[in-house]
């Protein structure tokens, strides 16, 4: 609040010159939004401590909440330098009954701290998969793991990490903005009010690592029938991990896929295929006349540029 109220006098003494007003309205931007972060923080305890916090349940689609965190995320993670990796595999059920607003308080909450405690050039990651849920066929086990190797905490700590208020005591945590209230508020959607589990691993200069488990009602969604051609795609990443989900995502809706960790290999398992079926499939772009004749015939071009791209990228 003195940020804004000291950045409104400056902006109105130097009214005519327009880059020390522009610097003054960024800086009251900033502060605006770090102010109502923390009233909607300390809102949000207000309701927890007296018993008024309640979920909202609707039909959730989890492709769209990941989506959602995804674009809100990207600008920070851009500005500081930092990889975003997101992983998603071993999804059964889209389609869940959950609190979007809640689910999506939490994923920001990790996530914001994850960027806020990364040094510039870091790596975050974020990967959500399913298992079978203990409560029986109508629910889904959500697994959501945020990984950092920012500059994690100590054992002391991390044992109080999610009481109110709970800052380390470090100059480099001084120094980032924030209340002492986000771990706690998310522990309480987590834990109390979704039923779900939470644990941390952290090493101090290593990074951190958040794992939230949560057992979600399917709902059943009517969708059109959709019939795929018969296409056969090539999956080409220097990334495995992404190379298999992306595999397993293209199998799970009725296409052939397989995957390549370089272009080399890729180029031999496109001859290949060639030798085999001895269709022409021309591709301009990335790979120009090495795939020119790749034999994949039944994938058509715009299904080719994609895969090619994933491997020049």
Excluded at 196 to 215: M, P
């Amino acid at each position: 609040m003195n940020a804004i109220v000291g950045m409104t006098a400056i902006a109105t003494a130097n009214i005519d010159s327009k880059q020390q007003v522009q610097n003054c309205l960024r800086k009251i931007t900033l502060s605006s939004k770090h102010l109502l972060g923390l009233i909607n923080d300390v809102l949000d305890m207000s309701k927890i401590e007296s018993g008024k916090m309640s979920l909202n349940m609707d039909q959730v689609s989890l492709r769209e909440v990941i989506e959602g965190i995804v674009s809100i995320c990207q600008p920070q993670v851009k500005a500081k330098k930092q990889e975003f990796d997101v992983y998603i595999h071993d999804i059964t059920t889209e389609n869940v009954c959950c609190d979007s607003v809640r689910l999506n308080q939490v994923l920001l909450n990790l996530l914001s701290n994850a960027i806020k405690f990364t040094p510039e050039g870091g790596v975050i990651e974020m990967s959500l998969y399913e298992t079978d849920s203990p409560k029986g066929e109508g629910y889904v086990r959500v697994h959501i793991n945020v990984k950092d190797n920012g500059i994690g905490m100590s054992e002391e700590f991390r044992a109080h990490i999610f009481d109110s208020f709970a800052r380390e005591d470090r100059r480099r945590v001084h120094r980032t903005e924030g209340t002492g209230l986000g771990m706690a508020i998310t522990k309480h959607i987590v834990v109390d009010a979704m039923g779900g589990t939470i644990d941390v691993k952290s090493q101090k200069g290593v990074g951190s690592e958040f794992r939230i488990a949560l057992d979600l009602e399917k709902t059943t969604v009517t969708e059109e029938e959709m019939i795929l051609p018969n296409w056969n795609m090539l999956v080409v990443d220097d990334d495995q991990p992404l190379c298999e989900s992306t595999t397993a995502a293209l199998q799970s809706i009725g296409i052939n896929a397989e995957w390549s960790l370089d272009g080399e290999s890729a180029l031999e398992m496109i001859n290949r295929r060639r030798e085999r079926h001895g269709r022409d499939s021309r591709l301009p772009g990335s790979f120009g006349g090495l795939l020119r004749h790749g034999g994949w015939g039944a994938c058509p071009p715009p299904a080719w540029e994609l895969a090619a791209a994933a491997g020049a990228g």
